[in-house]
């Protein structure tokens, strides 16, 4: 089966901190994805990685940063947190071609004070 | 991509199949069909796809209109962990593919 798992499953910060949320994936998958999820708002992709070094913006980027130096490791770093990133944080990954069948971690729930 | 239609809720008794449905009128014709699930503070679970004929899997059949306007997934005997929000998704296979989720419709699934 494939396993993808997320660093934390809750997490409290205070405004104005540096944040990393780790995501680590067991499928030697190729491409890697950062969603956050926001009740009425579904889910909205951040970034999005098909290599080791390579990223690409989502649909809401701003605030954002990511780093993929290992294939199976993808993070996401919140440079200054603000309360406004309060949210559910999901990572998933999938083949390279296949991309529509993602495997999803169980997600970090993110408060920022 | 494809904008994609589903009911906001339903429900069915413990056991029966459940057979959610999902309107793709625009859908062309190299997209795909895709249903996710997402149980309660779990992340998204991919259930099945589909291009133009039916599909079954352990999980779930999906089944597609001649005029792929239209699809419908069935879980032929519901269980209580059934239970959960479910997303269609229109989209064209691909490298680098990225997988837009919409509202979904939360099934309840009652004893």
């Known amino acids: 089966d494939v396993k993808v798992t997320q660093s934390s499953r809750y997490l409290v910060k205070r405004t104005g901190e540096k944040v990393f949320l780790e995501c680590v994936q067991d499928m030697d998958h190729e491409n890697m994805f950062w969603y956050r999820q926001d009740p009425g708002l579904g889910l909205r992709l951040i970034y999005f990685?098909?290599?080791?070094?390579?990223?690409e913006k989502g649909d809401i980027p701003e605030g954002y940063s990511v780093s993929r130096e290992k294939k199976e490791r993808f993070s996401l770093i919140l440079e200054s947190a603000s309360t406004n990133q309060t949210s559910m944080y999901l990572c998933a990954s999938s083949l390279l071609h296949g991309g529509e069948t993602q495997y999803f971690g169980p997600g970090t729930r993110l408060l920022v004070l | 991509d494809a904008k994609t239609t589903q009911p906001t809720s339903m429900d069915c008794a413990e056991g029966r199949a459940a057979n959610l449905p999902c309107n793709h009128s625009t859908i062309s014709g190299n997209e795909y069909v895709y249903w996710y699930r997402q149980i309660h503070s779990q992340g998204p679970q991919y259930i099945i796809h589909g291009l133009k004929n039916n599909e079954t899997n352990e999980m779930a059949s999906l089944i597609i209109t001649e005029d792929r306007k239209s699809s419908t997934l069935i879980l032929p005997h519901a269980t209580l962990r059934d239970t959960a929000v479910y997303y269609c998704?229109?989209?064209?296979?691909?490298?680098?593919?990225?997988?837009?989720f919409g509202k979904g419709i939360t099934l309840s699934v009652r004893p």
């Open positions: 990685s098909y290599d080791v070094k390579m990223k």
């Open positions: 998704i229109v989209r064209v296979s691909g490298a680098n593919s990225k997988l837009t």
